[in-house]
């Protein structure tokens, strides 16, 4: 599962995210935010897999019941969630909130990432 998965496959991610891109200065090998990448399935791949999973979390978020909607998606929160609540003695609602908070902001800040829309990523995977 690659929930809140490292942004690996883009290091310029969380730099370009933070507004330091142009102190990235490294040469990649496959540069996901330039404009003229165009990208094999292959080197996509996890880019698509990301984007599908935040574009599941948004969905979820925006639901009348946006819990339940989540563990509905991922099934793994419904697990952490117990054992966060057994063994930290923590209130439900309180860790389903931080969770709900936690994934929207995720989400949000995928979608800014550039690279999204320079790969056309969205319209691939659709």
Same mark, same amino acid.
């Given at each position: ?12 991610? !969380?730099? #370009? ?19 003229? %990448?165009?990208?094999? $399935? ?6 698509? @897999? ?18 339940? @909607?989540?563990?509905?998606? %991922? ?5 952490? #969630?117990? $054992? ?7 209130? !439900? ?5 931080? %969770? ?14 550039? @690279?999204?829309?320079?790969? $056309?990523?969205?319209?691939?995977? @659709?």
């Amino acid at each position: 599962m690659r929930l809140l998965h490292v942004m690996s496959i883009a290091e310029t991610g !969380p730099i #370009e995210l933070a507004g330091l891109s142009r102190y990235d200065q490294n040469g990649y090998l496959n540069d996901l935010v330039s404009p003229t %990448f165009a990208g094999s $399935d292959n080197q996509l791949h996890d880019l698509r @897999a990301m984007n599908w999973q935040a574009h599941r979390i948004r969905e979820a978020v925006s639901r009348a019941n946006p819990w339940e @909607a989540l563990v509905s998606e %991922f099934i793994e929160l419904k697990k952490v #969630e117990l $054992d966060l609540c057994r063994n930290r003695k923590v209130q !439900p609602a309180e860790l389903q909130s931080k %969770f709900l908070h936690l994934y929207s902001q995720y989400a949000a800040e995928w979608g800014a990432f550039s @690279a999204c829309r320079h790969c $056309d990523v969205c319209k691939r995977i @659709a």
